[in-house]
């Protein structure tokens, strides 16, 4: 059994022969089948990458398309809602996104060193059967984001509809013409958006990267314009980054601690599997360099649009408004209205089926790689978002808060987990063969496939941080305030239990070896070939 610390899958695969399912939508072949892989475990979706070629820029285009989107400029206008001012709400985007750019290096790297995505690389913490437990949960958690930026998006095409043809008026009235509390003509919107994203998703990542470039900039565009219409209204002595939302209580300090946590837990979901895009990088190197440029770089300049355009509609139009698509409509041009309407649309649709949908196609393959593939688990993710009524998600602040919140509770202990054993217990080590074999004499078969010391400290980080999202304040004064941290709980105390757990377990000590370096092959320029470090 061969055990390296590798920065490249294995070399000597072959690519499967009569397996017609695609590695995140690339050719047939892009991922590396040995013979002793066992097939419940491996498909070509799963499988090590034959070529890792991705730079910077596209790790940098993938965090453009996930962060311009209704969905990310809502939550950020959330924050107003906490009673915070402008610089304040900047501050707290800032420092959020700072905290997610270190998580997502920490995350990445065991996925770019196997080149195999999210779910297989849990195989090494929970078991090689065990995975399935982090592959589903964040799987039905992509499913819910899934719906709630379909949602989103169809509300914006509801504006450009509502624009062109006022007949529809009334059935936008969610009492008139309403089912499961959404109107007739939001019913319609949300399924033309999901038959759209499906048909682009099944075309595969080549389409949906030509999607992404031109979805993130375009939003940019847009953005740029409707911040310089509102000083063009407001003139430029209406900025300020004081103005702001109304006050409800609690000191600055922790209502701005809460915004920061909220942060965190809007970007938990794609942070926690961005194995799945950091599998692709060509080094660690180009993963990191294309997340600073994505994240804390980028992210400055979308806060500073999204606190502007904000905290401008006081003055320009009486309220503070924290939807870019109600700003828009709120223009005397039915032309702006319906560009930057149909703009924020198509991103919302890129940012949905970047972090939405391939994430679930892998974890839902995972499940059952001979029998779902990569496109099937899309599907299932898809029809699963519209049985979760998701604008009954994310219809208001509170709401919107509320189901980070849950979110949060979930995602933080599989975070927890996967850290603590990549980093603390194995120190960097990944046998990547080991992850697709049924064998007992395997790195990761654990106990039946499992490891139990994984799973107690997902369920355990799991039920406290839920409590303090789903108790009353009436029952302890303090829970309110704990639930923002939900995520921030749940991931300490999965990466505590477990760590306290795998060291004291024979179970999980029976997977620990010295790594043995392998010899290092050959490569010639541009091959793909991996090599040993």
């Not at 994203?197 to 740029?224: H, K, L, N, S």
């Not at 599997?273 to 599998?279: V, Y």
């Not at 209205?337 to 949905?352: E, K, M, R």
């Not at 760590?499 to 043995?516: C, D, G, Q, W």
Request: proline fraction near 6%; charge should be neutral.
């Amino acid at each position: 059994m061969n055990e390296t610390d590798v920065s490249a899958p294995p070399s000597g695969a072959a690519a499967g022969h009569g397996d017609l399912t695609e590695a995140a939508g690339q050719p047939v072949g892009t991922g590396l089948l040995k013979a002793s892989y066992d097939p419940r475990l491996a498909n070509e979706d799963l499988a090590p990458l034959r070529e890792q070629t991705w730079t910077s820029y596209n790790i940098f285009a993938f965090w453009m398309s996930d962060v311009h989107s209704v969905g990310g400029y809502v939550t950020a206008g959330s924050l107003f809602a906490l009673g915070l001012t402008s610089w304040q709400v900047l501050v707290a985007l800032l420092v959020g996104i700072t905290i997610v750019y270190f998580f997502c290096n920490l995350v990445a790297r065991p996925s770019q060193q196997g080149a195999v995505p999210y779910p297989v690389v849990c195989r090494a913490p929970f078991g090689v059967l065990g995975a399935n437990v982090p592959a589903i949960i964040r799987g039905l958690i992509a499913v819910a984001w899934y719906g709630i930026q379909t949602y989103l998006a169809s509300a914006a095409l509801d504006v450009v509809l509502l624009k062109l043809f006022h007949g529809l008026t009334p059935y936008a009235d969610v009492h008139q013409y309403g089912f499961l509390g959404l109107p007739l003509l939001g019913w319609c919107s949300f399924a033309a958006l999901w038959v759209l994203q499906a048909a682009v998703f099944w075309t595969g990542m080549e389409t949906i990267r030509r999607f992404i470039d031109f979805c993130g900039p375009a939003v940019y565009v847009v953005m740029f314009a409707l911040t310089g219409y509102l000083i063009y209204k407001a003139g430029w002595g209406a900025m300020s980054l004081n103005l702001g939302g109304e006050k409800h209580g609690g000191s600055t300090i922790s209502i701005m601690l809460g915004a920061i946590a909220l942060v965190v837990s809007y970007f938990s979901g794609p942070m926690l599997n961005f194995g799945d895009f950091a599998r692709y990088g060509k080094s660690f190197g180009a993963v990191r360099k294309g997340n600073i440029l994505g994240l804390p770089l980028n992210f400055l300049v979308f806060s500073l649009l999204v606190v502007l355009t904000a905290s401008l509609t006081i003055p320009v139009f009486g309220e503070l408004i924290t939807d870019p698509v109600q700003t828009v409509a709120r223009i005397d041009s039915t032309f702006a209205i319906v560009l930057g309407a149909l703009t924020f649309t198509t991103a919302t649709i890129g940012i949905n089926i970047v972090a939405n949908f391939i994430s679930p196609a892998f974890d839902f393959s995972n499940v059952s790689p001979q029998r779902i593939s990569w496109r099937a688990g899309g599907m299932i993710a898809a029809v699963g978002s519209v049985l979760i009524t998701p604008w009954n998600l994310y219809n208001n602040p509170d709401v919107i808060r509320y189901t980070l919140e849950t979110l949060g509770a979930f995602i933080g202990p599989l975070f927890g987990v996967l850290i603590a054993d990549f980093y603390f217990i194995r120190r960097r080590v990944i046998v990547v063969d080991d992850l697709f074999t049924m064998s007992p004499q395997g790195t990761y078969w654990y106990s039946k496939g499992v490891n139990p010391p994984a799973v107690i400290a997902t369920v355990i980080g799991a039920v406290v941080a839920m409590m303090t999202v789903v108790l009353p304040e009436s029952a302890i004064s303090w829970i309110d305030t704990a639930g923002q941290y939900s995520w921030f709980i749940g991931m300490g105390l999965g990466l505590a239990v477990y760590y306290v757990l795998a060291r004291r377990s024979p179970i999980t000590a029976t997977s620990l070896r010295s790594p043995v370096p392998a010899p290092r092959a050959p490569q010639s320029q541009g091959s793909g070939q991996p090599t040993a470090s």
